[in-house]
């Protein structure tokens, strides 16, 4: 069972032994978000990947991205045998300069044109179907709201935030160094975790971004 809001912030304060009058439920809330958006930035994990279908207009180079997306991971376009194509990323002024000559046709490259929007090249020929593979950013674990993290891996958490608590005390030093410690190693757990639950592919998944430990083969 999940923990509550609730008990989360007292076991922040039993942790530190401060009471709620230095470590306010905001202040917490605070260290919460921090930690939850450093993990995010540390590991695609399943609760953040999301995709989106659509189609493309023909003869429109552009596609509106989904509004929740934070990262597009990649653009696959769906052809009508069901065969997906993986379209590879380029910077804007490639798109530019493939679509100058008119062009049309089944899109091979995209590049993003701004935050709600993407470019691709060639200019699409038809409706085609294309699948949006994309990052939101992470859910925010609060007194009407359990997440992912929270129901999960609730003890990285509490370690991540009792880290940020134990820095903004001016704590003792050995405390602090205690749960970063503990955290940065249930990170590392985490992402091993990830890769372990899905097969890994250069387009769809990508690596995670926390330094993995590997070993020293034997010579």
Do not use: C
Not at 72 to 85: A, F, K, L
Not at 145 to 171: C, D, I, P, W
């Amino acid at each position: 069972m999940a923990i509550t809001f609730s008990n989360f912030l007292t076991q922040v304060r039993n942790y530190t032994e401060v009471d709620s009058n230095v470590l306010t439920d905001a202040i917490i809330q605070d260290f919460i978000r921090s930690v939850e958006l450093n993990v995010a930035g540390k590991v695609d994990y399943d609760d953040l990947r999301k995709y989106a279908t659509s189609n493309f207009t023909s003869s429109n180079r552009y596609i509106t991205l989904p509004a929740d997306a934070v990262i597009v991971r990649s653009i696959q376009v769906i052809e009508g045998s069901g065969n997906r194509i993986f379209l590879e990323k380029r910077d804007t002024s490639f798109i530019s300069e493939y679509n100058n000559d008119g062009s049309t046709g089944t899109p091979k490259y995209w590049a993003n044109w701004d935050d709600f929007t993407a470019l691709v090249a060639p200019t699409p020929s038809s409706a085609l179907q294309v699948q949006i593979n994309y990052i939101i950013d992470p859910p925010n674990f609060t007194s009407t709201n359990n997440t992912f993290l929270s129901t999960y891996q609730e003890s990285m958490l509490l370690h991540g935030v009792l880290a940020e608590a134990f820095r903004y005390l001016k704590g003792p030093m050995d405390m602090y160094n205690l749960y970063q410690t503990e955290y940065n190693e249930e990170i590392q757990n985490f992402a091993l975790q990830q890769m372990g639950r899905r097969r890994r592919s250069e387009y769809d998944d990508g690596v995670p971004r926390v330094q993995v430990p590997s070993p020293t083969p034997n010579t």
